[in-house]
């Protein structure tokens, strides 16, 4: 009987301890809280994303990359390397963006790949390659899931848009296609999600998360910049006529968020 | 009260005085830890990696009796929160890691990952095993069976290692997160041999050299 009181003592006392004089509950973590409403489907975020990071490359390309080479700026694959005076290939600039989204740890995640990559690690493989061939023949985006990675998949015909694509990739050492032409569909922009509906909420979040993926791969170039001997400098102007010019990170995402803001009013806001 | 009870009640009393003050003492954690740290971490204080969990020991048990219970979604973490990659970035994020994990979340490698669990660092890199790499030394095969080198600078080109899948030499010249501030062997004479890698794959000496193009921090930032 005094063993059953001693029991009932000590669990009364651990309940009061623990229920009645206890601190307020630990609130649920974001993902087992209430969903917020999810009712966009997630092609929204992902043509999004992809007209965002289409522009800057498109931008990086033919207004730093094309006409900083005449004024003598170098672009290489070992910009990364610590000796390295040059700054990224557009194809790394999008890897490097890629990686930045990674460090913000949002759900979107970005890649490019291809059929005929210079290096093989990049080529398709399995179910992205049917769905490649696809792409390829009418140059539009393809939307899949892929239920064992519990991934959204979108792919974006990525095409070779400067002539300094298609000289860089027929003159590699490693390409395995040496006749590129300009049109030519080059690779695919690859997007991933976890979910197939977003909410208003995570979408503008995603859209934000990519322009500044954008800002951080661009502010890693100039970084890159400021350490080589001779630096450019480092302004509101661009390269070419204005000379051996680069422009600052504000100067780069104006004219991103510029060459994008109509579009992405249309696509992400006003859902046309 | 019998003996019986008195006894117990004892017993339990030193119990729970026992768990009392090995939950307040600092330390705690090395009571707990698991098994011996990987080499290079043996310096590292607990915190570096476990984060500690948020509210209070009293929240938490609250907060899992009432998960156990059905009054709430997730449980929580006690005491400390369970180590992750993030946790790993902290101090070895690089900006040009030749492997980085995101890279692995692409849909072209979902049958590589099945065979290396590499979207997450504890995929090969285990703590508290006393090794650095929990995998074998031949998982390059997994992503690498394509691998086609034009002007290839090894004296046995890269196609016939891959055609004779001689796996086992990959890690011979290439540290896998390219990290060493080195240049990779160009004779496969000079490769380092499997005995060697996978000494140090477990705890032996490092053939790559020490010097790292990033070195990582000592301790959480």
């Known amino acids: ?272 | 009260m019998n003996t019986k009870t008195k006894i117990a009640g004892i017993g339990l009393f030193l119990g729970l005085a026992t768990l009392l003050l090995v939950a307040v003492s600092p330390l705690h954690l090395q009571a707990l830890n698991p098994g011996p740290m990987t080499p290079g971490h043996e310096a590292l204080s607990c915190t570096s990696c476990h984060t500690e969990a948020p509210g209070t020991a009293r929240q938490q048990i609250q907060a899992n009796l009432a998960y156990l219970t059905g009054f709430r979604k997730a449980p929580v973490a006690f005491g400390y929160e369970t180590p992750d990659s993030n946790d790993c970035s902290a101090c070895h994020a690089r900006p040009d890691d030749a492997h980085p994990l995101h890279r692995f979340a692409e849909p072209r490698f979902v049958e590589a990952v099945r065979v290396v669990r590499a979207t997450t660092c504890l995929g090969c890199h285990r703590e508290h095993q006393g090794t650095r790499v929990s995998s074998n030394t031949e998982f390059c095969a997994a992503c690498h069976d394509d691998l086609v080198v034009k002007n290839d600078p090894v004296d046995i080109p890269h196609r016939i290692l891959v055609a004779e899948e001689r796996w086992s030499t990959c890690l011979g010249c290439h540290d896998y997160h390219g990290n060493r501030a080195r240049e990779a062997q160009k004779r496969l004479a000079d490769a380092f041999d499997v005995q060697t890698i996978r000494s140090y794959l477990s705890d032996g000496p490092d053939p790559y050299g020490e010097a790292r193009r990033h070195p990582a921090k000592g301790e959480r930032p």
């Open chain 1, 1 to 272: 009987m005094m063993r059953q009181v001693i029991i009932a003592l000590l669990l009364g006392v651990a309940a009061i301890y623990l229920f009645v004089t206890a601190p307020p509950p630990l609130p649920e973590t974001a993902r087992a809280q209430a969903p917020q409403t999810s009712d966009l489907p997630v092609k929204v975020l992902l043509d999004a994303a992809n007209l965002v990071n289409a522009a800057a490359r498109k931008i990086y390309t033919e207004r730093i990359v094309t006409p900083g080479q005449q004024v003598g700026l170098v672009f290489g694959e070992d910009w990364q390397e610590a000796h390295s005076k040059t700054g990224p290939l557009p194809a790394l600039f999008l890897r490097k963006v890629a990686a930045e989204l990674q460090a913000q740890g949002a759900p979107l995640a970005l890649f490019l790949g291809s059929d005929q990559p210079i290096s093989p690690s990049n080529a398709f493989k399995g179910e992205q390659v049917r769905h490649f061939a696809a792409l390829k023949e009418d140059r539009k985006p393809r939307y899949f899931d892929m239920p064992a990675l519990r991934l959204q998949v979108a792919l974006y015909p990525d095409i070779a848009a400067a002539p300094g694509c298609v000289s860089c990739h027929n003159e590699h050492p490693n390409s395995p296609k040496t006749d590129w032409r300009l049109g030519d569909v080059m690779g695919a922009t690859t997007w991933t999600h976890p979910r197939a509906a977003v909410s208003d909420r995570e979408l503008r979040q995603g859209i934000a998360q990519v322009y500044a993926a954008v800002e951080r791969a661009y502010a890693a170039y100039l970084e890159k910049v400021r350490r080589i001997p001779d630096p450019p400098s480092i302004g509101s102007a661009w390269p070419g006529r204005e000379g051996r010019r680069l422009p600052d990170a504000e100067t780069f995402m104006s004219a991103v968020k510029e060459a994008t803001a109509a579009q992405i009013l249309d696509a992400a806001v006003l859902l046309r």
